[in-house]
């Protein structure tokens, strides 16, 4: 859906690019650190539904192979496998399917079949339901399954584990292994640093986990994966991949709301947005007595103070989903953000030694608001590549591009190419953005143009003195502030540690980025990270709130911010979400 803020102005002649020349920072381990070793096979970095899927099919494939004695390990920065784990969600089961055809006699964890959907419009006070034929039909979900992702990868964990996978939960993974061009694993983060980078009582060592196969599945924004790409350059002549951001909230309802809206799916466009930004919303019956609300608002619109929890928070006041709400109480909180890019869009997948999969490689449907599926599909996909490449005994680029092979001829491809126009379509304005979208539909994807251009989220913010965003007055009903949703989010850091949000110039923030953008990232950021007090000379950084959304290190207009992992076991603590 997409959606525009009153009075603004559009248009791409106002990107521009600013990298900041200070030194980058990547990673928070100590040098001159003796580490211990690990050598595996495969390493698959992070737990989500495109690494366990990967991991699943490639144990079951080097099985059938007689390749029984290859080792596959999965790490994971949560303390517990599914705490960094966030979506809506409504899943299209053709993934899960290919994992598992038996996936609902397994007990995969479903919490209701879609029973009916629509879409609504919204004005400041009224609402218009479009339903049946006059459903966006990119927003249609009969067949599919409300799911909760974080409940999915926990029973992905539980199957993975079953079949004898090592899966190591509280590893983050903080430093790339590189023999030229070569990927040969990753090393984790250290622990036990201080805040002045000493050694505490505490200190562990980060470990060297060696692999012929390093598969990168962060999610989206993958702090290795990001600069990977950048030194391999692995999205040259691609579009720059673009984000939206994504807060959820899940609600305790009272009993005849929750059975109303029980197994009902409806997204929302218009209010709080209505000129030039792309965003939407969700409101999903998750159970009897509770609802998943979530707002996703793309990352390129201009103004400065662009706040994603605020516009959450004027959207749950509409006097629609207010009703909803009313009686009701909020139980959990999250943020992410989506990769919304598209087919071309997409890094390359592989290398020597390496591939990328689920959101940290792009997939994922911004039209429909799902990647889950495509996520286990690109996951089966490079697990096929690597049986091969570890039957062949050559796990080079060229080997693994089999992965690319793979995919070109995949229904991940199929769907992807026939959306491949549409999120860049919106650049130009929520009119011109539909009527594309309605010759995409015609044309298979195609559109105006065979290829629309991209542009960095970054680029296109506007300057201070045309920001408008208004915030809402917080209460404890509908309008809860950052800070209660950070408890809500149960997000939490060792406090002693280096903050893991590091600013390479920070003369920047204080001088050109003040003047002129007011210093987005107090607006930006969903978790109050980042604070200005008055007359204050620096920023404030609470990073033990951060839920990990990656939104600081995308839309900071001197792309001044750079996300790194924090000591294993900090961030949120998602559970059922
Ligand atoms: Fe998200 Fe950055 Fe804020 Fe953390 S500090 S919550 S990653 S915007």
């Known amino acids: 859906m997409a959606f525009q803020v009153p ?55 080097l099985a059938e192979k007689g390749l029984d004695d290859k080792t596959v390990l999965v790490i994971d920065k949560a303390e517990e496998i599914g705490h960094h784990t966030l979506s809506g969600a409504v899943m299209d089961p053709m993934g899960i ?33 479009m339903r049946g034929i006059f459903t966006p039909p990119q927003l249609k979900n009969h067949g599919n399954v409300i799911v909760s992702l974080n409940k999915v990868v926990r029973w992905m964990a539980e199957q993975a584990e079953a079949a004898g996978i090592e899966i190591y939960a509280g590893f983050p993974a903080a430093e790339v292994i590189y023999d030229g061009e070569r990927v040969k694993g990753v090393v984790t983060r ?15 060592p980060g470990m060297r986990i060696e692999a012929d196969v390093t598969v990168f599945a962060e999610g989206p924004r993958g702090s290795l994966a990001k600069n990977l790409i950048k030194k391999l350059d692995l999205d040259a002549g691609k579009n720059p991949q673009t ?10 309802v009272p009993e005849a709301v929750g059975k109303e809206m029980f197994g009902k799916v ?33 990352l390129d619109q201009r103004d400065a103070k662009l706040d994603p929890h605020a516009l959450f928070v004027q959207w749950k006041q509409h006097p629609r989903i207010a009703k909803l709400l009313e009686g009701g109480k909020p139980i959990r909180y999250g943020a992410k953000v989506v990769p919304e890019g598209g087919y071309f869009a997409m890094p390359r997948l592989q290398g020597d030694g390496f591939c990328l999969v689920g959101d940290t490689a792009g997939f994922l449907n911004a039209a429909t608001l799902k990647g889950i599926h495509l996520a286990i599909q690109s996951g089966m996909l490079a697990a096929e590549a690597i049986a091969e490449a570890l039957v062949a005994g050559d796990t080079s680029g060229a080997k693994l591009a089999r992965y690319t092979e793979l995919f070109e001829a995949s229904a991940a491809k199929r769907e ?31 559109g105006l143009v065979a290829r629309r251009k991209g542009h960095t989220d970054h680029s296109t913010t506007g300057k201070l003195s045309e920001a408008r965003m208004q915030k809402p007055a917080f209460d404890d009903r509908l309008a809860l502030d950052k800070l209660t949703d950070v408890y809500l989010a149960g997000a939490i850091h060792e406090e002693d540690q280096p903050a893991h949000l590091l600013i390479p110039d920070p003369s920047i923030c204080v001088t050109r ?29 609470n990073a033990s709130n951060c839920v990990h959304c990656k939104t600081c290190d995308i839309a900071d207009p001197y792309e001044n911010i750079e996300w790194v992992v924090p000591e294993g076991g900090g961030g949120p603590k998602y559970v059922d979400m």
Do not use: M
């Not at 040098?31 to 595996?40: I, K, N, W």
């Not at 994992?99 to 419009?121: C, N, Q, S, T, Y």
């Not at 984000?243 to 305790?252: H, P, V």
């Open 266 to 298: 409806f997204h929302t466009g218009g209010y709080p947005l209505g000129g030039d930004a792309y965003g939407g919303s969700w409101v999903y019956g998750i159970a009897p007595d509770k609802l998943s609300l979530g707002f996703v608002i793309g």
């Open 416 to 446: 992807l190419w026939s959306y491949r126009n549409y999120r860049q379509a919106f650049d130009g304005g929520l009119v011109r953005g539909i009527l594309d979208f309605g010759l995409q539909k015609l044309t298979g994807g195609r």
């Open 513 to 541: 980025c003040t003047e002129e953008y007011g210093n987005p990232c107090q607006h930006f950021c969903p978790a109050a990270v980042y604070e200005w007090p008055e007359g204050a000379k620096k920023v404030v950084i």
């Open 7 to 61: 009075g603004r102005t559009r248009g791409l002649a106002h990107c521009r690019e600013t990298a900041v020349t200070a030194a980058r920072p990547t990673s928070l381990n100590l040098a001159d650190v003796e580490r211990e070793e690990l050598p595996v096979d495969v390493l698959l970095v992070g737990a989500g539904p495109a690494s366990l899927a990967c991991a699943l099919h490639l144990n079951k494939l």
């Open 97 to 129: 399917a290919k994992l598992f055809p038996d996936w609902r006699e397994r007990g995969f964890p479903i919490e209701a079949e879609v029973e009916d959907d629509w879409a609504e419009w919204f004005s400041a006070q009224g609402s218009r339901a």
């Open 190 to 204: 250290d622990s036990g640093v201080g805040k002045d980078r000493s050694r505490k009582s505490n200190f562990e």
């Open 243 to 252: 984000y939206g951001t994504g807060i959820k909230e899940i609600w305790e």
